[in-house]
């Protein structure tokens, strides 16, 4: 008898599912008089339908559940995916964001009918000042390398209006590649600042690199090793004291909720991804929120609009008397402000600290179950991830960090971000969030054991990992060479 | 709290651990002077119960599509959504997943991209499309600085007709002096096209227009990509996805990238956002293109499997030297996008597009039968229309809201020039019965 | 490994004289670094580089490295084969694999390059 077999849960495209006949959705009768359209588009109207599925609802849905079922999310497992902060996504978010009164609003509604939603804009903008220690928030940015883009275009706008044009951006070696790739599309040249012993930006070498042409200096902090920045106050003062600003990418955010905020650093301006920090769902790539929280000499640049409100309480939307214009249409990922908006009101002022502090712990626990298995090149107290080298088991056993991220799959875990940061040796940048428990890490931490002890015994086992997942190693090679980017119909398929 | 699982006698274990008498001692690295030291200046946290009220006081304040009827467009429409659209997309291992940087355990996401593209590819006739950007107008941006880099050239000419926060949008990307940007004059809600060809020379990167209009109005692409090509220069052109079951094809009339707000495509229109910003072009420019793309390879065991691909474009990977900053995407609400152009079918868009069409067509007859509102425009439109209203547009427009309508678009907000002009989107959710009644209400006034 | 017969860069690329003509590539260390070599940019014939000029991008899966001429000269020939089969690199990266031919405007550049002991050498201080 031959094994009982299981049609895989991927592969076959929703187009290769249904029949010609097949429908979903049936249009509504038309119960208007019917026009010609080529009279009525005067001849721009479609002769050929797209190719689009023709699939009844429950193969749709059969569909996607498959789909669903090979995906990964923070619901399936441990996620410790450095810099993402992939914590919880509360469900009563998404509940909230699909009230009618929130989902249901035209952009173009008359102010008067949409109080509700500018009001929640409006706290929203009041809590991240009061988080960052900067006192204007533009909630426009569609994500974090938006709010990069605007942050910076802002500090552009600045030094123009000052009659101080600058060339210069400073970006540590250890950086995001969102913040070089803002910087050149702001018009400005990248200098690269490089690291010290300890991990945090080389002063020396920055004061070297600082001058009148610099525009700014584009910092994380706590940054990409997970190590607070300790000359964080030298630094953005020797940064001040050439006429340059500051720009604090958040991504880190989640560390020091509560705890210290960028503008009591020194920073100017700061992009907040409530993506990660405030526990709205990544969505498989987006969409995110990127919100900048700015000094008072910077808001008048912000993009408009932003949301004001007048003594007599209502709200209305503004344009900054300078802005450098809006970054996209509309008030923003309106969808996401309000998930983000009912996660602070849950936690309140306290549970953002509690959040941070347990993030922090998380992090140090997990680095001291592992620091004997991988080497920890920046050996300090982390913030909320830590980044361990894999430099010495890919020279003793030739497993790279990639085979133990894949590996890691096998063991129904998602890996940690891998190759990143640049500057430590294959990287494993691993970032638990508070909202794992003890077991969840204990646990973690012991699959990474046994890994490792695979490692030495059997090289093999891991560099043909893994075995266990929907698929597994992809040809990425053959995706480049040979681009299959769309399905096209089979030649003499029914249209 | 709720969402920390870590109990009290657990943290007293994890601090010891790390060889810490309290949390506080982790954070010693931080600068005295840069310490916090008080509590944040927030409220107390609410429970699920009361933050639900909180919410839905909140939310109850606002007027909505479901309790006024509504003939808002310019850029956000209120189409029917499908119910199994949101139920696809309310499943958590789809919302809760990040990026998928691990094909193995994300083919998922990455199966339902790559179906995505190739809608989207089917739907404007474009070789490829990528995984979507934030919004039609960063996507417009974009494509701006895409054409720039194709052609090596700084200029682009952008249509009038072009909705103004797409404009100020592209204005905003390029202000550090990146692109410089004509503007081409309108004429009857499109591209004055004599004008266009005076200002297209060998400099110009691309003529950006858009079809329809911000005016509802079908411009005459073929003629600008005439007038583009001769030049050397690229045809960037806006649509309206949702109208594609009806509209030809962009790529028909020669345009070299394609762009488009996706939210008409299952969406809800969530005060303007998220929606999801189309990005398609053709295959000789794939390289310069931003943003992610899946593709469709084999696994090592010859099974059909998805990636990410043509990653170097890409900031992660080429730093300052990326074809664009860019790094998120919408794909949640291009899942949705997918989930919604299987829903309807091909024959089910084209009947939406006509129903749209038709809808539209029979408002605009009867509201200037009205004699209240007059003609501006003679170009052909959609689903979409500009009218002079022959009052005050505020006083009618508060009239109409008391009797349950949102009374279309005050257009003199964008331009002076359009003072008195009102734009009306009508979609398919539009009942006959309730355009009757908008109708009778504007004979009332 | 490493031909005798030709001179290498500290970034890697290799040069082989044939006359007065150099053809250029990247070194067996280039290659393994990169991993499986998915796209090669390379220049039309005809331009001119002086030493030091960028002329081309290499492409793995994952990164992206920019191609540097050692020498100056006008470009006679390249290797289109290239665009189609890149992996050609991997596969035979002093034959095959040869990415340009540039007429050399100043052969004593090449003598200024590092023989093949001499680039082992610079390949183990670098390790």
Known sequence: MSAPTREPLTGTLIFERGAPESRCVESPALDVPDVSLSDVLSGRQRTEPPVLPHVTEVEIARHYERLASANFGVDSGFYPLGSCTMKYNPKI??????????????????????QGAL?????????????????????????????????????????????????????????????????????????QVPSDERGGVDVAALNTLLDTDVAAIMLTNPNTLGLFDENILEITAAVHAVGALAYCDGANLNAILGKSRPGDMGFDALHINLHKTFATPHGGGGPGSGPVAVSDALAPY?????????????????????????????????????????????????????????????????????????????????????????????????????DVAKRLLDYGIHPPTIYFPLIVEEALMIEPTETESKETLDRFAGVLRTIAAEAAEDAGLLQGAPYSTPVRRLDEAAAVKRPDLAWVPPEGAPG | MRFIPVTCEEQAEMLRVVGADTVDDLFVDVPAAARLGRPLALPDPLGEVELAAHLEDLASADSHAGSVVSLLGGGCYDHYVPAIVDAVVSKPAFFTAYTPYQPEVSQGTLQAVYEYQSMICALTGMDVA????????????????????????????????????????????????????LTCPMSDGVTD?????????????????????????????????????????????????????????PAAYGADIVVGEGQPLGNPQSFGGPGL????????????????????????????????????????????????NICSNHALNALAAGVYLSAVGREGLAGIGRACVAKAHYLESRLVETGRFERVFSAPFAHEFALRYTG??????????????????????????????????VTEKRTRAQLDRFVAEVNAL | MYPKDLKYDREHEWVRLEGGIAVMGISHFAQDQLGEVVYVDLPTAGATLSAGDSFGEIESVKSVSELFSPVSGEIVEVNDELSDTPETVNEDPYGDGWMIKVSLSDPSQVDALMDADGYEAFLAEAE
């Open chain 1, 93 to 114: 978010d998404e509940w909230a964001c699909r009230l009618p009164g929130f989902a249901g609003l035209h952009p173009y509604q008359p102010p008067a009918t949409v």
């Open chain 1, 119 to 191: 009001e929640l804009m409006w706290e929203l903008q009041e809590a991240l000042a009061e988080i960052a220690g900067l006192p204007a928030v533009t909630l426009q940015p569609a994500a974090g390398a938006h709010g990069e883009l605007t942050g910076l275009l802002a500090i552009r706008a600045y030094h123009t209006a000052n009659g101080d044009p600058r060339a210069r951006v400073l970006v540590p070696d250890s950086a995001h590649g969102t913040n070089p790739a803002t910087v050149a599309m702001c018009g400005y040249e990248v200098v």
């Open chain 1, 302 to 402: 912000l993009p408009g609009p932003v949301v004001a409100r007048a003594a007599d309480g209502v709200f209305s939307l503004v344009t900054p008397e300078r802005s450098i214009g809006r970054v996209r249409s509309f008030v923003g990922n309106f969808g996401v402000l309000v998930r983000a908006y009912a996660y602070i009101r849950a936690v309140g002022g306290s549970g953002l600290t509690e959040v941070a502090e347990q993030a922090v712990l998380s992090a140090n626990y997990l680095k001291e179950l592992l620091r004997d298995v991988w080497p920890l090149p920046y050996d300090r107290v982390c913030k909320h991830e830590f980044v361990l080298s894999g430099g010495r088991m890919r020279k003793q056993t030739g497993v790279r960090t990639l």
């Open chain 2, 130 to 181: 990528n995984a979507s950007m934030y919004d039609g107008a960063s996507a417009f941006a974009e494509a701006a600085l895409m054409a720039a880099r194709v052609t090596r050239r700084h200029q682009v000419v952008v249509s009038a007709a072009v909705h103004p926060e797409w404009r100020e949008t592209l204005a905003t990307y390029v202000g550090a002096g990146v692109l410089d940007i």
């Open chain 2, 193 to 249: 096209a004599a004008a266009l060809r005076d200002l297209v020379d060998d400099r110009t990167a691309a003529v950006l227009a858009a079809s329809p209009t911000f005016y509802g109005a079908l411009d005459d692409l073929e003629a600008l990509a005439g007038i583009a090509h001769d030049a050397g220069a690229l045809l960037v052109a806006g649509t309206n996805p949702i109208l594609l079951g009806v509209l030809e094809p």
């Open chain 2, 277 to 324: 910003g189309i990005f398609a072009c053709r295959q000789e420019h794939l390289r310069q293109m931003p943003g992610r793309v899946a593709g469709r390879t084999t696994d090592v065991d010859g099974r059909t499997g998805f990636v990410l691909t043509f990653s170097t474009r890409e900031q992660h990977i080429r730093r300052e030297k990326a074809t664009s």
């Open chain 2, 392 to 425: 005050d547009v505020a006083v009618m427009q508060a009239r109409l809201l008391e009797r349950g309508f949102f009374a279309g678009l005050d257009l003199g907000r964008f331009r002076a020039e359009d003072v008195g002009r009102v734009l009306f989107a």
